[in-house]
């Protein structure tokens, strides 16, 4: 999300109008709650998560980290169509970490995939209706 918006102000790519962009992002939403839920939160923090961090243990940021790389790296495919893949890796690497590791600490402590697929379902809609909602 934070990549698009860099690239829409940054290098001139066009910002797209309001009611286009309004009806790409329910489509979105309708769409990503259950993908995300189904396929990416399931998988990356359900149970790739649970294998790396039991409960109990302490709080491992390395692992939250790591999970967060394998994350953004997952999504390069569809982060990398207008920006190209290196300059996706640069900029959307740390972005995909920042948000990542808070997804996986929420988990972690609340046991629920609730806020972190809605958050991730949020975020993916955002970047849709930057790219592709004018």
Do not use: K
């Amino acid at each position: 999300m934070l990549l698009t918006l860099y690239n829409t102000v940054g290098f001139g790519m066009p910002f797209p109008s309001l009611w286009p962009g309004l009806l790409t992002f329910a489509e979105s939403m309708l769409l990503y709650v259950p993908v995300v839920f189904v396929m990416e939160e399931v998988f990356f923090r359900g149970a790739l998560d649970s294998y790396l961090h039991r409960p109990g243990e302490p709080v491992d940021g390395c692992s939250a980290v790591g999970l967060s790389i394998l994350w953004a790296l997952w999504h390069l495919p569809v982060m990398s169509t207008h920006t190209g893949i290196v300059r996706t890796i640069i900029l959307a690497l740390p972005l995909q970490v920042l948000i990542g590791v808070p997804l996986s600490l929420w988990w972690r402590r609340s046991g629920n995939l609730a806020v972190p697929g809605l958050a991730h379902a949020f975020n993916d809609a955002v970047r849709q209706t930057l790219l592709y909602g004018h």
